[in-house]
Every structure is written in C-alpha cells, then in structure tokens.
C-alpha cells in the first residue's frame, strides 16, 4: 500500500504563510510527478501545482507569485510554500503523487487532505 500524510495546514490571518509537507510511505518503486490540490467548500476540486521529478513545476495562476512547491526525493516529500495567503485560498488541501508499485505504469494516490483557513 501507498500513504500520502499532508501536515502543515490551520489558521492563518490574510497576508501571512504556511508551508505544507506531504510524505509518502509503503511499498513502491518510484514516484514519478507530485502535486497539490485544493477544495473549497462548494466547489470542484483545483490543481494548486505540480512538480515532475526532475524539478519542473506548473501553478495554477491564482497562485503563481504566491506559492513555490518543491520536493525532496530522497524522502519522497512534496512541500508547498505559500505566501500572502487571501481568504480566497481557504480550502482542504490534497497532496497527490503518481506511483509506481508494480510494472511499468503509475497511479495516482491522494492524501487525507490538510485544512488551510485565511481569515480576513
């Protein structure tokens, strides 16, 4: 089996940072691209950013100056770095990760998700 455990969510005034980490453990061979997601009451859930395991990062542009994500394959970790947070940005964040167990080909595997609330 494959876990995703995202930390670093809560409470943060408007203007102010957080920094998710997202960790994957269990049994597999390779993680291929890793990224974040957001869910705001409401609506569908929205690609924050990814990043390929080579280091080649996409963000969606609600958040592009605001947000750096950045991993650490050696730990199989995906971070997002998130500043001068809006109340917008209010969601459930979801860490995914593209798998590698058996074979040649990958599956996507999600995180529990991680609260991040902005008060105005």
């Known amino acids: 089996q494959v876990q995703l455990v995202e930390s670093g969510g809560g409470l943060v005034q408007a203007g102010g940072s957080l920094r998710l980490s997202c960790a994957a453990s269990g049994s597999f061979f390779s993680i291929n691209a890793m990224g974040w997601y957001r869910q705001a009451p409401g609506k569908q859930r929205e690609l924050v950013a990814t990043i390929t395991r080579g280091g080649s990062t996409n963000y969606a542009d609600s958040v592009k100056d605001r947000c750096t994500i950045s991993r650490d394959n050696a730990k199989n970790t995906v971070y997002l770095q998130m500043y001068s947070l809006k109340p917008e940005d209010t969601a459930v964040y979801y860490c995914?990760?593209?798998?590698?167990?058996?074979?040649?080909?990958?599956?996507?595997?999600w995180g529990q998700g991680t609260q991040v609330t902005v008060s105005s």
């Open positions: 995914k990760a593209e798998v590698r167990r058996f074979g040649v080909s990958f599956t996507d595997y």
